[in-house]
């Protein structure tokens, strides 16, 4: 069966593209090969999806090349998002730092998107799986349902993780059979669990920190975990995160740890229940036993002081692994960016052939980027299509 593009992948990028190239008059066949659609997006927000971001830049992803994102995100931007989420009805608010959700279900974005392409004369296949690709004049996909050709292919099938709701390394398979790099994949958006340490008495403590490494920093919670760190700060940091250098956290920000206690050495209190005027009592507790200097603190030397305070103010943390794919909200790293075209994302090595969301190698951050990354990104093939 014959149609102008076929786009793998009934995710957020895959159906965005697809009724937006419908409009413009193009036959699209979408292939999903689980039984429903959007099944990513109905799981991410807490259910509630958080489906952009009110302030977006090139600054707030993390790619190979990081000038890469800023053609598509202007071309596409969240105000234009959020138009069509109003046309819809769909009741949102913002969360903090300009992150926003529907009031009520992530269904209602995924029944937008629906409903879009059934305007637009989308036709979706689900539970059709792709068995292989070719190109001889025209892309000829063979399915699980038959074969299919079309002079233009999408792939918009993502990365690894959540293999749960049927993430495969089906992009990266295709990328490569056309000649495309692949620049290394790893979990992130992801909890990091400790090297050679963990704190199973801390599980479920959280507490506001500054997390940080190399020049990158978020100051939001950090969750202890039996195994090491999860919350968004940790979140966050995983896109960054690299093996060799420890992250360092500050437990108290814009507190002086040390001129704190200096001003107050006269008070007879032990330095667990100091602390604890800050910070949860389980984490004061836990931070005075493990240090050589827990002992009230106007017996505490102003060398003691300084340690107490580095073990606040700038604690180091050395992890060894994530906790991996299943637990990841996004993959790093995809298919390279050198080899597609930032204005249409249309290969460069083989015309017809477009790259679209998370497959590709842009990764955004926690708080809306990654869906308006699918939405930018799918606008800007679909315009090109």
């Not at 409009?23 to 292939?31: D, T």
């Not at 995160?241 to 420890?246: E, N, V």
């Not at 389980?282 to 603190?297: Q, T």
């Amino acid at each position: 069966m014959d149609h102008d593009v076929i786009i793998i992948g009934g995710g957020a990028a895959g159906l965005f593209c697809a009724f937006n190239a419908g409009r413009r008059g193009k036959s699209v066949l979408v292939i999903e090969h689980n039984a429903e659609v959007g099944r990513k997006i109905l799981i991410s927000g807490g259910g509630r999806c958080n489906f952009t971001n009110r302030d977006v830049g090139a600054e707030n992803f993390v790619s190979t090349n990081p000038h890469f994102a800023k053609s598509a995100l202007a071309g596409y931007t969240p105000q234009d998002f959020l138009a069509l989420v109003k046309r819809h009805r769909i009741g949102f608010f913002e969360k903090t730092l300009g992150q926003l959700f529907c009031r009520e279900s992530s269904r209602q974005i995924v029944e937008m998107l629906l409903s879009e392409c059934g305007r637009a004369r989308v036709t979706i296949r689900t539970g059709c799986s792709v068995k292989c690709v070719s190109h001889d004049g025209r892309f000829m996909v063979e399915t699980s349902d038959g074969s299919f050709s079309a002079g233009r292919l999408v792939v918009a099938c993502g990365g690894l993780s959540f293999a749960k709701v049927g993430a495969t390394d089906l992009g990266y398979r295709i990328a490569r059979q056309f000649g495309h790099k692949i620049v290394e994949t790893r979990p992130s958006l992801v909890a990091l669990a400790a090297k050679g340490q963990n704190w199973p008495n801390l599980a479920g403590v959280s507490a506001d920190a500054v997390v940080s490494t190399g020049k990158h920093s978020f100051r939001e919670n950090i969750l202890f975990t039996h195994r090491g760190l999860s919350g968004p700060a940790i979140l966050q940091i995983s896109n960054y995160w690299r093996k060799d250098r420890p992250v360092e956290i500050d437990l108290l920000p814009g507190v002086d740890v040390a001129a704190a206690i200096k001003s107050d050495r006269a008070k007879r209190r032990s330095l667990a229940n100091y602390l604890a005027r800050s910070l949860p009592q389980r984490l004061a507790d836990h931070i005075a036993a493990s240090l050589s200097v827990n002992k009230p603190i106007d017996q505490l030397s102003n060398a003691d002081i300084e340690l107490v305070a580095s073990s606040v103010n700038a604690w180091q943390v050395e992890f060894d692994k994530t906790e991996g794919y299943d637990r990841a909200e996004v993959t790093l790293g995809g298919v390279s960016t050198d080899e597609l075209s930032s204005q249409t994302m249309e290969s460069k090595r083989q015309p017809g052939l477009y790259f679209i969301g998370e497959v590709v190698d842009v990764t955004g951050w926690l708080g809306g980027y990654n869906f308006q990354w699918a939405w930018s990104s799918g606008f800007a093939a679909a315009a090109a299509l």
